[in-house]
């Protein structure tokens, strides 16, 4: 029988401590998965966001300039070892400076542009339009490659584009390598003017053999004319 003083008990806790503690455990519980779920959300903002700025920066690069430096036989005259700069990206770019390391080393006659070059690379080229090359005749380049001058360089290039300045491009150029390619490509202009000469060669000899037959035939003439 219950006392009416008394509230029935169970393991010494009362009716009514026992809902008070289901709901702290609901709470909890539920609390447990909003933090979850908080964290989840967290996490989902975030990778938006990283993608976002990848997206961005996918962008950016994309509309960024790429300048590059190279030193490579002419292709017209191929016994002309050139120095060249490029533009092969979608934007101007501007304040182009280029060191070599060692120092770009030139030949001291007349026929190099290199000092110039190398003073207009460490001053910085103003801009260089999407396409564009500038191109500085070095010197010969067997003799360039044979005669003690350095045959790696390590050339940076900087410059700035329309989103601030470029990543800094390295990379090392040997002139070894050019040593056994061929000294005048297919399609030049040299190969074009050989062309012409052979061209006239074979002209001269057709003229040579009309005016041998026309020469025949005016024989055989007079000598009809005779025989009558």
């Not at 990778?47 to 300039?65: E, F, K, M, N």
């Not at 390391?101 to 339009?129: K, N, V």
């Not at 500038?134 to 005669?147: P, V």
Request: net charge negative; aromatic share 6%.
């Amino acid at each position: 029988m219950w006392d009416g003083t008394r509230r029935a008990t169970i393991m010494g806790m009362t009716a009514d401590s026992w809902v008070a503690l289901g709901a702290a455990v609901i709470a909890l519980g539920s609390l447990f998965f909003a933090g979850r779920a908080a964290n989840a959300a967290k996490a989902q903002t975030q990778v938006a966001r990283d993608q976002t700025d990848l997206q961005r920066q996918i962008r950016v690069d994309a509309a960024q300039p790429y300048v590059w430096i190279d030193l490579r036989p002419d292709d017209e005259h191929g016994k002309f070892l050139l120095l060249i700069v490029g533009n092969s990206g979608p934007t101007v770019a501007t304040q182009i400076r280029v060191t070599f390391d060692p120092r770009l080393e030139l030949p001291s006659e007349g026929t190099s542009h290199g000092a110039e070059a190398r003073e207009l690379l460490a001053r910085g080229i103003s801009s260089l339009p999407p396409g564009r090359q500038m191109k500085w005749k070095l010197g010969i380049a067997s003799q360039l490659i044979a005669d003690g001058y350095a045959l790696a360089y390590t050339a940076t290039v900087l410059g700035d584009g329309p989103f601030g300045p470029l990543e800094p491009l390295t990379y090392t150029i040997h002139l070894d390598d050019i040593r056994s390619t061929l000294a005048v490509p297919d399609g030049t202009l040299n190969g074009v003017a050989l062309a012409v000469k052979s061209l006239t060669k074979a002209v001269e000899n057709v003229s040579a053999a009309l005016e041998t037959a026309s020469s025949l035939a005016t024989s055989v003439m007079d000598s009809g004319d005779a025989d009558q």
